[in-house]
């Protein structure tokens, strides 16, 4: 079985400031993993994923994610954050399958202007 | 374009009543899920169904049951609601054809309370 962990729950930032949300995962089998932002009153929204290749991933809205293998992490990063990016995020993986989905309890990011 | 989309989107019920939740979707999906999203507990998988003949149970399936009516209905039921079953629910899809299984689409949600 896999597990997520997020590392934060909340996460305030000044608008324009870096951020950066962990994520941890664990798992005996290969993984792929995402990245899920949820704006008020809506659904999900997928941000990037990882399926395989490169350990950089390149997301909407100027988001990006780096696998780490060694560390079982993905953690997502912002260079510039806007008003805007106020939401909750959400790590989540999946087996190479697509079976089951596990997701983290979320982090709550609030770009402070 | 094509939509996931959940009826009601709000609900409140009394303890014991019997509720549906129904999904939609215009996609073409063959895979088909509900999740559970409670404060600090994020999200948490019900049933998934990956065709119409297929039904699984997820990880906190006990006091539900689904029914998958067509490839593009999938239907969630509380035969006896009780109050920690309140929660906002979500239905997701998956395409196993395009190879990208992997990424799910998300309803808008169902406000459940119970009281």
């Known amino acids: 079985a896999q597990s997520v962990t997020q590392l934060d729950s909340q996460v305030p930032v000044f608008e324009e400031a870096p951020v950066e949300l962990r994520c941890n995962y664990s798992?005996?089998?290969?993984?792929?993993l995402f990245w899920y932002v949820q704006y008020p009153n809506q659904g999900l929204q997928l941000l990037l994923k990882?399926?395989?290749?490169?350990?950089l991933v390149k997301g909407i809205n100027g988001f990006e994610a780096e696998f780490n293998k060694s560390q079982t992490s993905f953690h997502l990063r912002k260079p510039s954050v806007h008003i805007s990016d106020t939401a909750e995020y959400f790590c989540?993986?999946?087996?190479?399958?697509?079976?089951?989905?596990?997701f983290g309890t979320g982090t709550s990011l609030t770009v402070i202007p | 374009d094509a939509d996931v989309t959940q009826t009601p989107r709000n609900r409140i019920t009394k303890t014991g009543k019997r509720i549906m939740l129904e999904c939609s979707q215009t996609?073409?999906?063959?895979?088909m899920y509900w999740y559970r999203q409670d404060p600090g507990l994020g999200l948490r998988l019900i049933y998934y169904?990956?065709?119409?003949?297929?039904?699984n149970k997820g990880e906190i399936s006990d006091g539900y049951s689904v029914s998958r009516q067509a490839q593009a209905k999938f239907s969630l039921s509380l035969e006896s609601a009780i109050p920690n079953q309140t929660a906002l629910y979500f239905c997701?899809?998956?395409?196993?054809?395009?190879?990208?299984?992997?990424?799910?689409?998300f309803g808008p949600g169902t406000r459940l309370t119970v009281l």
């Open positions: 996609k073409g999906h063959d895979r």
């Open positions: 169904s990956f065709d119409v003949k297929d039904i």
């Open positions: 997701a899809t998956s395409d196993s054809g395009t190879g990208n299984y992997n990424e799910q689409f």
């Open positions: 989540a993986v999946s087996d190479w399958g697509g079976n089951q989905f596990y």
């Open positions: 798992s005996s089998v290969s993984v792929y």
């Open positions: 990882y399926l395989s290749g490169s350990t």
